[in-house]
């Protein structure tokens, strides 16, 4: 049975660097509140004259290319993670296409909006798509702009402080080569908790008059609501669970990993699945430190890094891991 391999991965990040010490000038917070809770000492936030999501991923994905020497015409399908699309429709992946020069080729683009886990999810539909023999380049792409939804108010600092912009991609290609590239993906989903991290406004489940009015403007419904303990809570024994499930699937041990790459929730969430794991320092990578949660695009952001670092060498057993809004969570196990 044909395999899925990341043969290349990238990212971008805007320009403008937000530290905790620019916050404290907007609300009342401070640098040492930020990193004790948080971990992030800074973040990037766009620049609305020339970044764009769909560009960003582009621009990710291009270096993502140039990395695995792979043309962007050989992309046969798109796939867009972002909870921050340019549009409310049409989504951002038609958009990147247009962006590629892949227009004309009028290949595939399937976006998806699944928050914090949203690239292990596109990575395992992109999977499932190569597996079947449908298509045999697949691009994967995590992007968001939180920055231009984030309200800096003493009401707000607990989410404001928290996020960032970015994107990060990944080339898959079809190989015949037996135990290498995706072993496997795993998916969940809880819905019970999904209005304790959510935004509201404007929904469509609203009155046709009640649907976007000014007073939205002042009202934090149209903010990203978060119940930052009850998060904290299911996010660690999610981790946990997702991880341990990928490496059972396979017959693997946690002494196997060689990388771990966890969503870039929180510090603290990472240091605690690495206690429980036992694992090295070394063997998990963090970036929330410099770049905040970019939600989809965390986990491809950290892997281009990862690898630019030499921290991914050939044949390592690299295990992916997110958690977020829906609740939704997924794992992936890849030798590279």
């Not at 764009?52 to 962007?72: F, Q, S, Y």
């Not at 990147?96 to 292990?120: H, P, W, Y």
């Not at 989809?296 to 690898?307: Q, V």
Request: hydrophobic share 40%; aromatic share 8%; charged share 25%.
């Amino acid at each position: 049975m044909r395999n899925s391999r990341i043969v290349g991965v990238g990212h971008f990040v805007p320009d403008q660097v937000v530290s905790n010490q620019d916050l404290e000038k907007l609300m009342d917070t401070s640098n040492d509140w930020i990193i004790e809770r948080t971990g992030i000492s800074e973040r990037r936030f766009f620049d609305h004259t020339k970044d764009t999501c769909a560009n960003m991923g582009a621009r990710a994905t291009k270096m993502a290319l140039e990395r695995a020497h792979v043309d962007a015409s050989e992309i046969d399908l798109i796939v867009f993670a972002t909870i921050t699309p340019d549009y409310m429709f049409p989504g951002s992946g038609v958009l990147m296409q247009r962006e590629l020069g892949l227009d004309k080729k009028t290949i595939a683009a399937i976006d998806i909006r699944n928050a914090c886990s949203g690239f292990v999810y596109g990575l395992s539909i992109a999977d499932q798509f190569i597996k079947t023999g449908m298509y045999k380049t697949v691009v994967v792409v995590g992007a968001e702009i939180q920055s231009s939804a984030l309200e800096f108010s003493d009401r707000q600092r607990h989410v404001s402080v928290i996020f960032g912009d970015g994107a990060g991609a990944a080339i898959l290609q079809a190989s015949d080569v037996a135990g290498k590239g995706i072993l496997s993906t795993h998916m969940h989903a809880d819905g019970t908790f999904a209005e304790e991290l959510y935004v509201r406004d404007p929904g469509s489940s609203r009155k046709r008059e009640e649907r976007l009015t000014a007073d939205m403007l002042d009202e934090v419904s149209i903010k990203a609501h978060m119940n930052g303990n009850l998060v904290f809570k299911h996010a660690v024994v999610r981790f946990m669970e997702v991880i341990a499930e990928a490496l059972q699937a396979n017959g693997k041990t946690k002494e196997d990993i060689d990388l771990l790459v966890p969503h870039q929730a929180n510090l603290r969430i990472t240091n605690f699945i690495q206690q429980k794991l036992q694992l090295d320092e070394s063997k998990v990578y963090s970036n929330i430190q410099r770049y905040g949660n970019t939600t989809a695009a965390s986990i491809p952001i950290a892997l281009s890094e990862a690898w630019a670092e030499g921290k991914i060498k050939e044949n390592d057993l690299v295990c992916l891991a997110a958690f977020g809004s829906g609740f939704t969570w997924a794992s992936a196990l890849i030798q590279w």
